[in-house]
Each structure stands twice: as structure tokens, then as C-alpha cells.
């Protein structure tokens, strides 16, 4: 299936790993052009080395970013346009959420996290809209989670950081669609990264079991049987962002093998 994604350019935020890392090597291999955008630079800078590798025809091209910084935003995006020429394609991927109950978060937290996601996802689209603007085939995709529909008290800060970026994908894609540029949301489930891991470690120490059966307890509800991986993530980004998708917009997108229990 011809995805017409040859030429293209992406921009893509937290790449340095994880999701955001498979997204860009899905769109790379597909003749994508990539801008990665991260603070670890020296982990961004293996990823741009592999993907030139691997896809000698596109360029990979490093911006060190963090989006908690806002005056260090638009410098970033007008960096990535000098050196590429453009962008077509957004994937706002940065941002996560603390693991904990309500009582047990300070401030201190919610306000560091909420300046990556939702509000540097927005400062992010902000500015680079003009850019897609110029685009024949805008994309922007935004990385959410199954927690902004399916709150949880255990993980109680991913329901409001993933239901704002909900909220704005929907309110982006009204407001841009007359620009031809499309604006969705992908939803992961529990995905096998540095993350899961971790989230894994501490339910295994909080029921004091072993890695292994903690594992085997968080995954017992995924009707599927496993948790997602970056790629399965990765598969439906580059859908979204391809010519195939053209009238696709306003959608949030559950890759969850199942396990959310809403409609």
C-alpha cells in the first residue's frame, strides 16, 4: 500500500526512546525525513546515526528540546525548519505522568508534568502550524493514553494530563481542518518501554512478589495477552500520518489490545 509518506518531513518530540523512538523509525522507513526532538541529545543523536544508516535517502536531524522551557520552543521549531526545510507531519510524543494517588502528589509534580503535556504539546502545535499550514498533507498526531477515558486512583494524574490532550486534539482538528491539516490522538495502553518496566518493579515490591508475577497480574486483563509494544504504536502513527488518512480527523485511537473497557 503506497502510503505516500516519501519525502515527507516529521517532527518528533520525546524520540529519544520508547514510542516516540519506534514512530520515528516506522517513518523513516518509510522515506520520511525526521526532525527528533529531545532533551537527552546523546541518545537523540544515536537514534539520528541508526535511522541514516538504515534509510541512507532521508535526512534525520537532531534538536535538543525540553518542552517545560516555553521561550525554548519556537527557536527549536524554526531550528528544525532551517535544517529540513519544512514539516509536514507532527507527532507531539514528550510528556508522561507520576504514578500515585491524589494525597500523595504535590504540587510541585502536577506543575512539572503539565508543562510537557498538555501545555508543551500545545506551545509545540502552536508553533509549527504555520508550517504545516504550507503543507499538502498536514498531519498531527498526539500521543495521549488510556487513562484520559479510563481514570484510575493508583495512577490518578494520567487521567487529567491524557483527557486534556484529548480535549485539545479534538478542539485542534476543528479548528485546523480548514487548513487540509488533519489532528489525532493514539492511545497506548501499558507499553513494553523503560516505563513499563519500572511500573512493574514497584508492583512487584508493593505486593511482594517477583517480577515475573507482577508482570503476569498487570497483563492478566489485556484480552489480547501482552502488552503493546512501541511498534504497534508506531503502525497506526504512520497510517495516520499517510495519504490514506486524509479524512480521518478529531479521532482518538485506543492501542490497548483490548483493555479498556469503555466504548
Excluded at 44 to 59: F, G, K, M, S, T
Excluded at 123 to 141: D, F
Excluded at 149 to 170: A, D
Excluded at 199 to 223: F, M
Aim: positive net charge; aromatic residues 4%; glycine residues 12%.
Amino acid at each position: 500500500m503506497d502510503m505516500n509518506l516519501k519525502g515527507r518531513i516529521a517532527f518528533v518530540t520525546g524520540a529519544s526512546r520508547g514510542i516516540g523512538r519506534a514512530i520515528a523509525t516506522a517513518l523513516a522507513a518509510e522515506g520520511v525525513s525526521i526532525g527528533l526532538f529531545g532533551r537527552d541529545v546523546p541518545r537523540c543523536n544515536a537514534v539520528a546515526q541508526e535511522l541514516r544508516a538504515r534509510y541512507p535517502d532521508i535526512r534525520a536531524t537532531v534538536i535538543e528540546l525540553d518542552l517545560s522551557a516555553p521561550k525554548a520552543i519556537k527557536p527549536a521549531v524554526e531550528k528544525a525548519i532551517t535544517g529540513l526545510g519544512g514539516v509536514d507531519i507532527l507527532v507531539n510524543c514528550a510528556g508522561g505522568a507520576y504514578r500515585g494517588r491524589l494525597e500523595e502528589i504535590p504540587d510541585e509534580l502536577w506543575e512539572s508534568y503539565f508543562a510537557i503535556k498538555p501545555l508543551g504539546l500545545i506551545r509545540m502545535t502552536r508553533e509549527a502550524i504555520p508550517y504545516l499550514r504550507k503543507s499538502s498533507q498536514g498531519r498531527v498526531i498526539n500521543i495521549s493514553g488510556t487513562r484520559g477515558r479510563e481514570p484510575h486512583g493508583v495512577q490518578v494524574m494520567s487521567g487529567p494530563i491524557n483527557l486534556g490532550t484529548l480535549s485539545i486534539t479534538k478542539a485542534m482538528a476543528n479548528e485546523f481542518g480548514k487548513d487540509g491539516i488533519t489532528v489525532n490522538a493514539i492511545c497506548p495502553g501499558s507499553t513494553d518501554t523503560g516505563r513499563w518496566t519500572e511500573l512493574v518493579n514497584i508492583a512487584a515490591r508493593e505486593r511482594g512478589v517477583s517480577y515475573e508475577q507482577a508482570e503476569k497480574t498487570l497483563t492478566a486483563d489485556v484480552p489480547m495477552g501482552r502488552v503493546v509494544k512501541p511498534e504497534d504504536v508506531a503502525d497506526l502513527a504512520v497510517f495516520l500520518a499517510s495519504a490514506r488518512a486524509g479524512m480521518i480527523s478529531g479521532c482518538a485511537v485506543n492501542v490497548d489490545g483490548g483493555r479498556t473497557r469503555g466504548i
